[in-house]
């Protein structure tokens, strides 16, 4: 059972039609009696271990996913949570004002009413009692000697800024009063006069709390214990806008000693602002967990604080830091900043603060900006460089990063060789990929590999430019009449061609896969850069890869194409090879001198010169050189075989084609055959199509009641001719052996015929 099966298999269970909702989809979860391991066994009883084992990495990265996905939503909307969250604290807040404010209402008139029941009983007694009674002055009780005293010590305490000792006294002092209450120790009027001037002092203490709180030289410790005092007061809510509106004045006095300056700039500016900013945040938060807990009205209230103060330091950085040089393509630059900004940030999510998306909201759309114009820089400066590229290929000189650790100046032999265009191109690529590499979660790498690949178009283009015969030109943005410079020999349009592979078979995906979020597949990409176990490429660099196959290719049909046009046409527009090769053949009666047509002849030297170079450029990639030899040759064939007119002159024209031009027509396709196998370029298309072109000139022959196999020699004539001619145009020629073997196919050609050969190839 593989893991597809596996995978139809939950699907069925789970009943995962298209029409249902996700609701519907998870309903076989829902249910609070769900045994997963049960689950999980029933449908794994029969996989096999790897098949598990991709399973569980399956659902590991589908849980990475998921919780990505739950951030993402609980940030999107915790705006309005943490709204409705300081809604509801505001309204318990009131609540509780109104029920201790009705509580006093109520003791105040009970209190009110005791008083009147006394003194009407008062009034009620005997008359001579209460005689004696008026005009006795018993003094004050011990209860309002003690509210005096207590008065007096608080008024000392808080005088004198002894926090806890106030603290003390004011508990104390409301203990007292509400047991004077319960045993009516206390008449309504010193109650209501207590009970006054604990709240007074209490306003006055937390006053005092609050200024010592907002004092710029205040210390942690102090902070934390003013703020903690606050709380024992009653005042929470207070306590806690004051803990972080004070860290934000610090924060704030700070950051004025941070401005940008002549020794701090730049990186090093953001690196110490950052550290300060989320440094900040962290006390902050730290303090109002160790004094409020996890109470959810003062996290969210730290949340939101948070929130803000992150978003005023990401456009503060912005603006004074990163909109230069993102404007400029300064990619390095804003790519240190945001990695430093995400690194600090990181190191809040273990108190329980993921700010990263507030980084990634601000930050994104800069460092894309900085990601194209740098793109934009790199075809520019390679452009520029093209004017004067000489088109020969050089090992690169260390002077870039991810070049190696060779000294300055010297040649780095591991890398292959390239143009200088070239070389500019990759290292600026490198350089862009380690800058950009770092930024995982900003998640640009379908980003940056777009912009490589269309800036390797570019490049691509500019080199089709620089191939002689183009129709397109390269100007060059502010130079005038600047072009880039031709290629004017075969050496060095093939050395475009070798730019162009090295770059797309090699470099460029060494540099891409840098983007690849895998750093274990990284380095198992540097450790073998040409494993054939394409399987262990990640999908969007297999992808990168095919895409820049299909340039290269097209890069070389469009070689190819320019030289097939320069040995069919010449100069003035004229066609070398047409039907009238063949058909004016017939005109004489004299047997013709037996060779290679001239312009097969080109195509052989031409071949074989390419095929020289190609050795030397393409050292390790032979395969590509075979290809280049065979598409050249398929496309003179192929041009051949659809040519219109070549085959109307010869099926219907008004002169046939005879036995000598066929014989010749004939010699020229097995020339052509043969040589292309022993150079192993002969494909099985281009086989296939020269027996189809020779026996579409059979049957015109047959058309005009010709019996074409009459005059024709035997297949090995045409093949003992074809390898006379190889060597001849190769120098290689030794007929006195042939001259010996008397038995040979060629044995019958007249002395005449063997030295118009021989002239044919001095001439």
Known sequence: MDFGSFSSSVGDSVDFDSDLTLSDKLKLFKPSNFDPEAFVTSRCRR??????????????????????EMRKSVYANYAAFIRTSREISDLEGQLLSLRNLLSNRANLIHSVAEGVGIRSLSDGSDGSKADDIVGIDKGPSKVENWLAQFLETLEVLLAERRVDEALAALEEGEQMAEEAKNQRGLTPT?????????????????????????????????????????????????AHTLLLKTHYQKLQSNMQSLRPSGTLHGVAYTTALSQLVFSTIAQAASDSLAIFDEEPAYVSELVTWAVKQTENFVLLVKRHILDLPAASGGLR????SVHICFGHCSLLESRGLALSPVLLKIFRPCVEQA???????????????????????????????????????????????????ANKFNSMVQELCEDISPLESLQLSDVALEGVLQAFNSYVNLMISAMPGSTETENLEGTGSKIVR?????????????????????????????????????????????????????????????????????????????????????????????????????DNADEPEWFPSLIYQELFQKLTYIASIASDMFVGRERFATILLMRLTETIILWLSDDQSFWEEIEGGPRPLGPFGLQQFYLDMEFVILFSSQGRYLSRNLHQVIKNIIARAIDAVSANNVD???????????AEVAQIAIKMLT????????????????????????????SHGSN
């Open 371 to 421: 990601l194209r114009a740098n793109l934009k820089r790199i075809e520019q400066s390679t452009a520029a460089l093209a004017i004067a590229d000489d088109w020969s290929l050089n090992y690169p000189l260390i002077g870039s990063r991810g070049l190696g650790n060779t000294s300055i100046g010297s040649p780095i032999s591991s890398q292959p060789k390239l143009s200088s265009s």
């Open 486 to 586: 031709m290629a004017e020999t075969e050496a060095q349009q093939i050395a475009l061609l070798a730019n162009a592979l090295m770059l797309a078979d090699e470099l460029l995906p060494r540099a891409t896969i840098k983007l690849s979020s895998s750093q274990q597949m990284y380095r198992m990409e540097e450790q073998s850069r040409r494993a054939s176990d394409k399987q262990n490429r990640p999908p969007e660099q297999r992808e990168l890869k095919r895409r820049l196959q299909r340039v290269v290719d097209q890069f070389r049909d469009t070689f190819c194409r320019q030289h097939a046009l320069e040995l069919i046409f010449t100069e003035d527009g004229g066609v070398r090879l047409g039907a009238y090769m063949y058909l004016s053949m017939d």
């Open 47 to 68: 996989m096999s271990e790897k098949e598990i084992r991709h399973l569980c990495i399956y659902l590991v990265d589908l849980k990475k996913a998921s919780a990505e």
């Open 731 to 758: 120098g290689k020629a030794n007929f006195g052996s042939m001259e010996r073997d008397l038995g040979s196919p060629t044995a019958s050609i007249s002395a005449r015929s063997v030295s118009s050969v021989h």
């Open 708 to 718: 074409p196999y009459s005059t024709m020699p035997e297949d090995d004539w045409f």
């Open 333 to 336: 630059p804003v790519a240190e």
């Open 190 to 238: 010193t109650f209501l006069s207590l009970q006054t001037a604990i709240m007074e002092q209490r306003k006055k203490l937390a006053d005092q709390l609050a200024e010592a709180a907002c004092q710029s030289s205040i210390s942690v410790v102090e902070l934390r214990s003013a703020v903690q005092s606050l709380k024992r007061l009653g005042d929470g809510p207070r």
